[in-house]
């Protein structure tokens, strides 16, 4: 059992606690929608205030001052960057979100599974994680890559190195970068760039910069949906016991994974303009943390919301985001993380000794167990 620690300091530290719930619930219940003085950021954390939030005119996805962050302008990285489906509003928005929406609805469901059961087995054949657990990460962090990579036409020899170039790209792209990840990402940035203009020749720049952009949505999210799922598993014995008994019960458990214990804890927003967000007075350039995680556990929207319950009615997700904006990869997400904990299952992984020495990888946003790796 991890011993429980004082409340984190704010809402970004809190993803890497060993248990953050207790802290968002308060938020929930007291601070639903507060502008937190430290951090210099509104911060949403009921389900009401984190539906208006996405659902608002006002927010957008970057600061209007600096659609591409400073760091990245010039740059390879920034190449992708300005192009990306997830980082535009208005008239680019829509007709991009259609054509990756298309590019993901051509791969079938049936094609999706036999990947991600594929790259599972050779993964966990090569990197043995049931064996060595400082492996763990690069099976979770990998097999997202390889069968997305692989679903898109990437061949086999080249997913090792795409999946250590999405790994050395992502943290460039994602807010609070270092300069040294920056940095990092450029080179990474480059070598995707090479390799997709040539698998998706005439294609347009921003059909391959968005093909990129499937590779890190999908990695990191999907890694820690995979790692969370190992931690449920050995912290609830009731649900083990079902799911070893029965392994069709696996979506069933990674859907209440993504409510409880959810990878993807926060995103952000821009305000645009000056103007009334979730009921709240705020001015152009504002910052809103939209705590997807807490408003999870909403007790107005999920009953009983700090119950595991694999069999929960009319649950309501948050994780995927809501609005224009929300995640087109969920279905794909699922397919890919059942086939890695099926895997590890198999693999005889000690679930209860993971859960136990769990430790998080530093991020902003995404909830990842695991010591780095790849
Ligand atoms: C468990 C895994 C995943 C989680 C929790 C997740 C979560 C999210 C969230 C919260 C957003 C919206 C962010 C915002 O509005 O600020 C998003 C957007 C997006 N996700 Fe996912 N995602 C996951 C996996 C994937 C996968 C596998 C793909 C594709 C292969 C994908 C593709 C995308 C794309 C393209 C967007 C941008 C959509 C837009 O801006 O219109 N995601 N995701």
Redesign the pocket.
């Known amino acids: 059992m991890v011993p429980e620690k004082p409340f984190p300091p704010d809402p970004i530290a809190a993803l890497t606690f060993p248990n953050p719930y207790p802290f968002y619930a308060e938020l929930v219940a007291r601070k639903p929608l507060y502008l937190d003085d430290a951090l210099g950021f509104w911060v949403a954390a009921s389900a009401e205030a984190v539906t208006a939030v996405l659902a608002s005119d006002l927010c957008r996805?970057r600061p209007p001052a600096e659609p591409v962050p400073r760091a990245l302008l010039g740059t390879p990285a920034g190449e992708i960057f300005r192009h990306l489906?997830?980082m535009n509003d208005g008239p680019l928005?829509g007709p991009c979100?259609q054509a990756?929406a298309a590019r993901?609805a051509s791969i079938g469901e049936a094609q999706a599974a036999t990947a991600s059961r594929h790259w599972a087995r050779c993964l966990a054949e090569e990197l043995r994680p049931a064996d060595d657990p400082g492996n763990l990460a690069g099976f979770h962090l990998r097999l997202?890559v390889y069968t997305?990579a692989s679903l898109l036409g990437v061949p086999a020899d080249e997913l090792r190195p795409v999946a250590e170039w999405i790994g050395d790209l992502a943290p460039a792209l994602a807010p609070a970068s270092t300069p040294a990840q920056v940095e990092q990402g450029q080179a990474a940035a480059s070598s995707l760039l090479e390799l997709f203009h040539s698998l998706l020749a005439g294609e347009g720049e921003v059909a391959i910069a968005n093909a990129i952009?499937?590779l890190f949505?999908?990695h990191d999210?999907?890694a820690g949906?995979i790692g969370n799922a190992l931690v449920a598993l050995g912290t609830h014995r009731d649900a083990r016991e079902r799911v070893a008994a029965d392994p069709d019960l696996l979506p069933a458990l990674l859907l209440e994974v993504l409510r409880y214990d959810?990878?993807?804890q926060n995103?952000r927003r821009f305000l645009v303009r000056d103007g009334v967000v979730a009921g709240q007075r705020m001015r152009e350039g504002d910052t809103v943390l939209v705590l997807?995680a807490a408003a999870n556990r909403d007790p107005a929207v999920n009953e009983d919301p700090e119950r595991f319950e694999l069999f929960r009615q009319a649950r309501r997700i948050f994780?995927?985001?809501a609005g224009?904006?929300?995640?087109?990869?969920d279905a794909?997400?699922i397919t890919i993380a059942r086939a890695g904990v099926e895997r590890l299952i198999l693999a005889s992984l000690d679930l209860e000794r993971f859960a136990a020495t769990v430790t998080y990888r530093p991020s902003a946003n995404v909830r990842i167990p695991g010591r780095p790796a790849v």
Do not use: E, N, Y
């Open positions: 996805v489906v997830r928005h979100k990756v993901l997202p997305v952009g499937l949505q999908s999210a999907t949906l959810p990878p993807v995103t997807l994780t995927f985001g224009a904006h929300a995640c087109p990869g794909l997400a």
